[in-house]
Every structure is written in structure tokens, then in C-alpha cells.
């Protein structure tokens, strides 16, 4: 009978667990969707079925603590269902907390009152498409400082082979990167093509061009704004 109890007590205090879990969640999902949530009605129970909670609650912590940096509490600016719904169905997916980082940074800034960034979709179909390396590479791409390292004036090209040696990755992880990133318009080759350069067959965008001289796009820059932290 004992072990019996015992059993009943671990069972309600996992459930209780769950509950205040849920209860969190949902929360959050009032804060941020506003009037938008309780229109989900019963479809809302049937999505919410799939999460993955353990991932969703730390995505929460993290804008949370976004929020109450910024101290914005209590005057966010609720999303759109059509938003929100794909934003969390697809960092429910991710583990990895760069990349969730970037997510939670892109809803803190949406729901931001005193930041302009209007949210697209476009920047969720980015987002979920990037792997740990992509966030790693566009992070260090942002640094303003590369500017002056490399380029025009010092004459040293950043092509995939320094900034495998720059980041101590991979070089053709780095390269295989670099193709997903331009795919997605977040990165550009800046490289001035000469006549000696034509004669080597390179053209556009080239992960194996030792004349490349990569940075981030318009697009990539706008996308890294969107989802800061600081």
C-alpha cells in the first residue's frame, strides 16, 4: 500500500508539473497574442498537442528576460495568430540555444512598443531553415570591424577558407553554410571581378572562389537587427 501511495504522489506531482507548465505557456501566449489567443478556440488544443514543451519553455524564459530588460512588461504589442502559430511550431523543433536565441529575439523585438521592426514571414522561413554553423557564421559576419580587416583597402579577401580558420570550423562545413546562407539572400560575395578572374570560370556567388570576399547582405543585416538581444 505504500509503494502504492508513493506511486500516486509521484503521479500528481508530475501532473501538477504539467499543469503550472501549461499555465506558464499560456500566459505567455495571452501576453503575446492578445485578443488573437482566445480566438484559436479548440483548434489551438489540437496545435498545442504537438509541442515540445521543453524547448518552448526556455524560448520563454529567454524572451521574458528580454522583456523585463528592456522593461516593457505589461506594454507589448500582441501578434497575429499567423505569426505566432508558425514562430512556435517551428522553435518547438530546436534545441540548440544559439539558434533559439535568434528566436526569441525576433518575437521580444516584434512585441517591442519601442522598437520598429515589423515582423515577416519571410524571416520564419529563414529561421527555420538555419542550423547552429549558419547562426555562428552570420554572427560573426555582423561584426562591423571585419570592414576594416578585409576588403578593398587591406587587400585580404574573407573567402570560406579564412573564415574556417577565423571561426575553427570545418571548411567544408563552412562552405555548405555559406550555399544555405546566400540561398536565403543573407550573405553576398563582394569580390570585384577582373579579366584574370574571368579566365578562372568564377562568376556570382562561389564558396570556392579564393578571391571571394563574403559579407552580409542587406537582407542578413535587417535579419540579425530583427532578432538582437542587446
Not at 529567454?62 to 500582441?78: E, N, W
Request: hydrophobic content about 40%; some cysteine; charged content about 30%.
Amino acid at each position: 500500500m505504500k509503494e502504492e501511495s508513493k506511486a500516486v504522489q509521484e503521479g500528481a506531482k508530475t501532473a501538477l508539473k504539467g499543469i503550472e507548465e501549461a499555465e506558464k505557456f499560456g500566459k505567455f501566449l495571452d501576453k503575446v497574442m492578445g485578443d488573437g489567443f482566445a480566438h484559436l478556440g479548440s483548434a489551438f488544443s489540437d496545435w498545442a498537442q504537438t509541442f515540445r514543451y521543453e524547448n518552448l519553455l526556455k524560448l520563454v524564459d529567454k524572451i521574458d528576460s528580454i522583456h523585463k530588460k528592456r522593461k516593457i512588461q505589461g506594454k507589448l504589442i500582441p501578434l497575429l495568430p499567423k505569426y505566432v502559430i508558425p514562430i512556435l511550431e517551428q522553435a518547438s523543433l530546436e534545441d540548440n540555444d544559439d539558434v533559439r536565441l535568434l528566436w526569441a529575439g525576433l518575437i521580444a523585438n516584434a512585441t517591442n512598443p519601442n522598437k520598429r521592426f515589423e515582423i515577416r514571414k519571410l524571416y520564419i522561413e529563414i529561421l527555420s531553415s538555419l542550423d547552429p554553423i549558419d547562426v555562428y557564421i552570420i554572427n560573426y559576419l555582423s561584426d562591423e570591424s571585419l570592414n576594416e580587416k578585409y576588403g578593398m583597402l587591406t587587400g585580404v579577401k574573407l573567402n570560406a577558407e579564412l573564415i574556417s580558420e577565423n571561426i575553427e570550423k570545418n571548411v567544408e562545413d563552412i562552405k555548405i553554410s555559406l550555399s544555405n546562407l546566400f540561398r536565403h539572400g543573407l550573405v553576398i560575395d563582394s569580390w570585384e571581378q577582373t579579366l584574370e578572374s574571368l579566365d578562372r570560370g568564377y562568376s556570382g556567388f562561389r564558396v570556392n572562389n579564393p578571391e571571394s570576399n563574403i559579407r552580409l547582405s542587406h537582407l542578413g543585416r535587417i535579419l540579425i537587427d530583427g532578432c538582437t538581444t542587446a
